[in-house]
């Protein structure tokens, strides 16, 4: 097993990490990192709510959408109490 500065023991792979990613900083060899996706089938598609999988986005809209609703409904209720 390789050994450190300080003689402690290191796994050959932590080493050849550090001297790929020293390869990638210098340019040497190109950053091939592909995404990986954790779930193909997310639980709103299992259980048919989405066809998609969400994106932060999609659940900002979700949340303006029912902050608006939820607006105008206490804005109907002033409106109706003040007549």
Known sequence: MPRGPHGEK???D???NAVMVAKIAT???EDTKTEKKAHKLTPAMAAGLTSSPMEL???VQLI???EQAQ???KR???LEAAE
Do not use: N, W
């Open 64 to 66: 303006d959408v029912r």
């Open 10 to 12: 290191r796994p050959a």
């Open 71 to 73: 607006l105008r409904g």
């Open 14 to 16: 932590v080493i050849g």
């Open 57 to 59: 986005g999609d659940l």
């Open 76 to 78: 109907q209720a002033l």
């Open 27 to 29: 340019g040497e060899v």
